[in-house]
């Protein structure tokens, strides 16, 4: 019985390689070019909203924005910073490697390398000295901010941050510091309240410590932050010339005992 014959494979025709080439060159086009806007709404959606990037511009790769701090979806308290702020995104040995800098508050990028998971994200934060920002942006994030409306200099240093993130989940190692820096308040007519200093230390839940530099209205305490969870014990007092101008002050932050004004979150 006769063999048949082996079927031929038909060599590509140049309209083929031609498809194949289109589709390729429209693919690396749509990785090189992809628009800011793609990365706005990836940072919207896991910051559920109390990140905004508005009217974002250039691509996922190089662009600015008018960074934002909002109450979550919805809210109509967002706060931007008074200038742009410019990244760009690279590939690292890692990941990516992500450099921030914005004219008001960054004296030198501030660079983090971004390292995807199978199941989230890992940051590591390039260690900084000393980034300024304005305590009205803190507004932006709701109740009660809105309600203290607060002034003055937010400025924060970090040592060894890294941060890992999965979908409601965010563990914290490393130092940071936050000086806030000669604090107002709408609520109060002492100006400045005073200066005061909060750290964070990273671990299995975060320890937050808070204590007063100096001003009118003393602030302590200590609490821990398992995200999103947080909690945190205080007390504020009033120095004795600064008792009356701070007593509905006082009334606000927490339970009054005495001369004292207990603070409890979470």
């Given amino acids: 019985m006769a063999r048949s014959a082996p079927a031929l494979t038909r060599p590509a025709t140049p309209w083929s390689w031609a498809l194949a ?11 090189l070019f992809a628009p800011a806007r793609w990365l706005a709404a990836f940072v919207d959606q896991a910051s559920q909203g109390h990140v905004v990037l508005e009217d974002p511009r250039g691509t996922v790769w190089t662009g600015s924005t008018q960074w934002a701090l909002a109450g979550g979806r919805g809210s109509r308290d967002a706060v931007a ?3 742009r702020l410019a990244w760009t995104l690279r590939p690292g040995l890692r990941g990516l490697v992500l450099s921030l800098h914005t004219a008001c508050c960054t004296p030198e990028p501030v660079t983090l390398d971004l390292q995807p998971t199978w199941q989230g994200l890992a940051v590591r934060v390039a260690d900084v000295a000393a980034t300024h920002w304005p305590a009205q942006l803190l507004a932006g994030l709701g109740t009660p901010w809105n309600t203290l409306q607060l002034e003055g200099r937010l400025q924060l240093s970090t040592r060894g941050l890294q941060l890992q993130w999965t979908p409601g989940q965010m563990k914290l190692q490393g130092h940071a510091e936050l000086l806030a820096l000669d604090m107002a308040s709408q609520l109060s007519t002492l ?5 005061y200093r909060l750290t964070l230390e990273g671990g299995a839940a975060v320890a937050l410590r808070l204590d007063t530099l100096q001003g009118g209205l003393r602030l302590a305490g200590t609490g821990q932050w398992d995200a999103p969870h947080l909690r945190f014990s205080g007390i504020a007092t009033a120095e004795p010339d600064h008792a009356a101008v701070l007593a509905n002050l ?5 339970r009054r005992d005495g001369a004292r004004s207990i ?3 979470g």
């Fill in 21 to 31: 080439g289109a589709a390729c060159g429209m693919g690396l086009a749509l990785v």
């Fill in 81 to 83: 910073l008074p200038s």
């Fill in 191 to 195: 100006r400045p309240l005073g200066s």
């Fill in 250 to 254: 006082l009334n606000l932050l927490g």
């Fill in 263 to 265: 603070i409890s979150l």
